[in-house]
Nanobody, 120 residues
Framework: QVQLQESGPGLVKPSQTLSLTCTAS??????????WSWIRQPPGKGLEWMGV???????YYNPSLKSRTSISRDTSKNQFSLHVASVTPEDTAVYFC????????????WGQGTQVTVSS
């Protein structure tokens, strides 16, 4: 059973960089064919897929966020991180990390989510 836990600041000022970390337990982020994603849900809106880092370190991003978003990992800590630059209040959301197999349609495991508010 894989468990995912998001961590990071709950409040970020506009124009700053939002950084969150997801710590995985019960499974390795280098497990073959695993894909580790960041997904967010703004208030009153649906889920928005932001990007993914695969088991081999390759990354893919939502085109609408690609210019401001990066995902990295620390295999020694079994963690992967999200960085969103130049945030605005529209980046206010609950941020989730999630895991699925590369070829699967649905996510098998989700973190509980962490609220991030962008405000001065």
């Amino acid at each position: 059973q894989v468990q995912l836990q998001e961590s990071g600041p709950g409040l970020v000022k506009p124009s700053q960089t939002l950084s969150l970390t997801c710590t995985a337990s019960g499974g390795s982020i280098t497990t073959k064919y695993s894909a580790w994603s960041w997904i967010r849900q703004p208030p009153g809106k649906g889920l928005e897929w932001m990007g993914v880092i695969a088991y081999d370190g390759s990354t893919y991003y939502n085109p609408s966020l690609k210019s401001r978003t990066s995902i990295s990992r620390d295999t020694s800590k079994n963690q992967f991180s999200l960085h969103v630059a130049s945030v605005t209040p529209e980046d206010t959301a609950v941020y989730f990390c999630a895991l699925k197999r590369v070829t699967a349609r649905n996510y098998e495991y989700w973190g509980q989510g962490t609220q991030v508010t962008v405000s001065s």
